[in-house]
């Protein structure tokens, strides 16, 4: 890297030169000229002062520049190093004018060999993301209800405890099946992987999370494995990942159906908490509840129009009654009428035939005859009244509620004197009242048959 350094500065133009004004005029050539720079080296003479900046010094085999970091921007760093650590620094370089050192001012750290990890993390990162992993079209939605949730982390991590503790208090009634799996370390990946696969064979969850808490990059680095990243999105079981820190991004997360800031924030998005579904159910209950009792109000309007209709068996029997001694009276009319008209004309007939001729003979033989026939027709018609006298009686009997009775049925009212037909709406210890042929009882509900 050249740097070139065009003189500018009145100053280098005077003869002579203070200490102070060199050092500000180096200064200043310093700041305008050279742009900011990564730098590596090992880290010594660590000082984290109380006022939180970090002061150290940055050496190789063959040099050391003294660096400083503001608190500001250590805060960010996400680690503290220590002396021995190799590490790469963002730096401006500045001149500390009362000694004349020229020192590091670093705006960022990390440790020495992120930046191939990052690069790589980039490349599959855009080559998932070609191949269409990463849209939103392949996600699958996790299950609301589910009926039960897997979690693949180490049974070590304080991750596990988060996620366990956050599903007791939302949704204790789900239970939780652990696939454990180490975090981090040379096989991490693949046995995160496998364990993947044995939660997608097992099919005993409804929901999968991937989870482990904070750390550095090369502690969340199994997280990107390709290998691991492919298994995720292709699992037939919907994943929630959470991994590290809000600020911390892995291509599992890429690939998950849906990434959480935190374990404890996966757990949260993997079930809806318990005091929610009591409140659904509630509300459900009382919309069924509400509709329920508007139904039964419907049908007790319909059965009391019904009822107002219905005649009850003792006017019935009345009006049955009133009827049969209309028919009677009717027949009695009905007989009396022709019988008295025949009487009358035979009497006249034989009134004429005592002033009639001697000739009698024939006479007394048409009236002998027509006698005959009068009594034949009254005979006949006295039976046809008869026999439809005694089908009206036994049409009323059978109308007869006491008939019925006499028979051993019973007629069974409620409390209220309403007659029941149906064993559905009766309760158990409910009072009834039963009407015999002789007598009465009242009866108390045991049990219901055939509802």
Request: hydrophobic residues 45%.
């Amino acid at each position: 890297m050249t740097i070139e350094f065009p003189v500018t500065n009145d100053v280098f133009t005077r003869d002579i030169l203070t200490v102070a004004q060199l050092n500000q005029a180096v200064g200043q050539l310093l700041e305008r000229n050279v742009p900011p720079l990564w730098v590596r080296g090992e880290i010594s003479n660590f000082t984290q002062a109380a006022s939180g900046h970090w002061y150290f010094t940055l050496k190789d085999s063959r040099a050391a520049v003294r660096a400083v970091m503001f608190r500001g921007r250590a805060s960010a760093v996400g680690f503290v190093p220590r002396a021995g650590d190799q590490v790469e620094i963002r730096a401006r370089v500045s001149l500390y004018e009362p000694r004349g050192d020229y020192q590091l001012q670093a705006d960022a750290m990390r440790r020495a060999g992120l930046g191939n990890l990052y690069e790589a993390f980039l490349r599959l990162k855009t080559q998932l993301a070609a191949e269409g992993l990463f849209d939103d079209s392949v996600k699958r939605k996790p299950v609301a209800l589910p009926r039960a949730i897997g979690v693949v982390t180490s049974l070590h991590a304080a991750a596990l405890r988060d996620v366990l503790s956050a599903l007791a208090r939302r949704a204790p009634q789900v239970p939780v099946v652990i696939y454990p799996a180490p975090v981090q370390g040379a096989d991490s990946a693949a046995r995160l992987a496998a364990q993947v696969q044995l939660a997608n064979a097992r099919q005993e969850v409804d929901t999968l999370l991937l989870v482990r808490g904070g750390g550095s990059i090369e502690d969340l680095w199994s997280f990107n494995d390709e290998a691991l990243a492919r298994l995720v999105a292709a699992s037939a079981i919907p994943i929630i990942s959470g991994v590290g820190h809000e600020t911390d991004f892995t291509i599992v997360d890429f690939v998950a159906d849906v990434r959480a800031p935190t374990p404890t924030a996966a757990a949260e998005l993997a079930c809806v908490p318990r005091a929610d579904l009591l409140a659904r159910i509630g509300h459900a209950v009382q919309r069924l509840t509400r509709g329920q009792q508007r139904r039964l109000d419907q049908a007790a309007q319909r059965l009391d129009r019904a009822a107002a209709q219905l005649v009850s068996p003792a006017r019935r029997l009345a009006h049955q009654a009133e009827r049969l001694n209309t028919l009677r009276h009717r027949l009695h009319s009905a007989w009396q009428g022709p019988h008295g008209r025949r009487t009358a004309r035979l009497g006249m007939l034989v009134q004429r035939l005592s002033h009639a001729t001697p000739d009698t003979g024939r006479a007394s033989e048409r009236v002998a005859a027509l006698a005959r026939r009068l009594h034949q027709a009254q005979e006949r018609q006295l039976a046809t009244r008869q026999a439809r006298t005694a089908a009206v009686s036994a049409h009323l009997r059978a109308l007869d509620p006491q008939h019925t009775l006499a028979r051993g049925y019973a007629i069974v009212r409620d409390a209220e004197g309403r007659i029941l037909r149906d064993a559905a709406p009766l309760t158990k210890g409910q009072a009834l009242n039963l009407t015999f042929a002789r007598g009465g009882a009242q009866v108390q509900v045991l049990d219901t048959q055939g509802t």
